[in-house]
């Protein structure tokens, strides 16, 4: 069995942002025009008004503050509200594949790689632009990898079920360097127009790159001490939308086609879920939650990732622990962990313990305990 280390990671910002008080604007211009165009029933009481939404809302419910996206102009269009994509012909690179090949460059450079190095690509993200071919092998073509590459999907939790996909077959001796793209375009799955998780969601995509220790050059590594994944179902995280919707000639506009989600009950029962994940895996490598120097959290909730945090330690948790990337990125699906482990790692020192996890539909957690090399 061979040491494994992550010794690169990439990051993928889209070009637009979209404040808190831009969303609100033309959310409340959307809720206005339905409104009207349901004033008799509304009168009749045979139809409820659409509420409208508030900055002070949405910050109080997430922490977020912004978020990235792909698209804006559809996005700011009440009458759509969706990105306005254009769609690519079969000989060009698809979008998925372009923002990951994007992060995957940033992450070589960081690990000191080159794409011939690469002998594995998972792309790993909540949702995938089309069935097949898989992205990842559009992606390892892009890259001049070799090896073999899969697409997978855990929802939120897919980046960190593929780390430990890279890990075990760098650990076995299947792969030496393995790539894991995370290329999460959020928007497109997003209902924008429902109040209760109108927020929510951003577009990014992330890289990271899981290599063999004795192989490794990059003045950045961390040593992988163990990885645990762990799965129960639960409806309560849900999108419907599939390639039988057509055989089933249901409406591919539903609001189940779209992200959907009982907000409440998956913040009282992934809360304990996720911090005794940590903790026994921990616990299996003679570890505990007060010896980690750094948690890097699922990017959800700023009140789930507390929680879960004060659950473990016994104490109010602060930034430095358990840094918060939701401000500015939002919930970037399973991108938002190896966004906080990317922009904040650099002051850890030599020995520092560090757990990526991530969590949400299935319900799924994956974590990675880390030290620093």
């Given at each position: 069995m061979h040491s494994v280390v992550i010794s690169g990671t990439g990051l993928y910002q889209p070009p637009y942002t979209i404040s808190n008080a831009e969303l609100v604007d033309i959310f409340n211009r959307y809720v206005d025009e339905q409104n009207t165009l349901h004033a008799g029933e509304i009168a009749a009481g045979t139809r409820p008004a659409l509420p409208y939404s508030s900055v002070e809302f949405?910050?109080?419910?997430?922490?977020?503050?912004?978020?990235?996206?792909?698209?804006?102009?559809?996005?700011?269009?009440?009458?759509?509200?969706?990105?306005?994509?254009?769609?690519?012909?079969?000989?060009?690179l698809s979008l998925m594949a372009e923002i990951g090949v994007d992060a995957a460059q940033k992450a070589l450079a960081a690990a000191g790689r080159t794409g011939a190095q690469v002998d594995a690509v998972l792309c790993a993200a909540s949702n995938m632009q089309r069935a097949y071919p898989a992205m990842?092998?559009?992606?390892?073509?892009?890259?001049?990898?070799?090896?073999?590459?899969?697409?997978?999907n855990v929802a939120c939790s897919s980046a960190t079920f593929a780390i430990e996909q890279a890990v075990n077959a760098v650990r076995t001796g299947s792969a030496r360097c393995v790539l894991v793209v995370s290329p999460e375009i959020t928007s497109g799955h997003h209902a924008w127009r429902d109040r209760d998780c109108h927020f929510i969601f951003g577009d990014v995509c992330t890289a990271v790159i899981v290599e063999r220790a004795d192989d490794a050059t990059s003045p950045d590594q961390w040593e992988v001490l163990g990885t645990?994944?762990?799965?129960?179902?639960?409806?309560?995280?849900?999108?419907?939308?599939?390639?039988l919707?057509?055989?089933?000639?249901?409406?591919?506009?539903?609001?189940?086609?779209?992200?959907?989600?009982?907000?409440?009950?998956?913040?009282?029962?992934?809360?304990?879920?996720?911090?005794?994940?940590?903790?026994s895996h921990l616990a299996a490598l003679e570890q505990s939650p007060s010896a980690v120097r750094r948690f890097w959290l699922h990017q959800a909730n700023q009140s789930m990732n507390d929680l879960i945090v004060r659950k473990m330690l016994g104490t109010q948790p602060h930034?430095?622990?358990?840094?918060?990337?939701?401000?500015?990125?939002a919930n970037t699906a399973s991108a938002g962990s190896i966004i906080a482990f990317h922009r904040h790692r650099a002051d850890l020192a030599?020995?520092?313990?560090?757990?990526?996890?991530?969590?949400?539909?299935?319900?799924?957690?994956?974590?990675?305990?880390?030290?620093?090399?």
């Open positions: 949405i910050e109080k419910a997430s922490g977020i503050q912004q978020r990235y996206v792909i698209e804006k102009s559809g996005l700011m269009d009440p009458a759509r509200m969706c990105p306005r994509l254009t769609e690519r012909p079969d000989d060009q990842a092998v559009e992606i390892q073509q892009a890259l001049g990898a070799g090896g073999y590459g899969f697409d997978m645990r994944l762990v799965t129960q179902f639960s409806n309560n995280i849900r999108n419907n939308f599939g390639f919707n057509r055989a089933e000639d249901s409406d591919p506009d539903a609001r189940d086609k779209t992200f959907r989600q009982e907000g409440r009950k998956v913040f009282k029962e992934v809360v304990p879920m996720a911090a005794a994940h940590i903790e930034g430095d622990v358990a840094p918060l990337i939701l401000d500015e990125f030599a020995g520092d313990l560090g757990v990526i996890c991530s969590f949400g539909a299935g319900y799924s957690v994956g974590s990675v305990v880390v030290r620093k090399r």
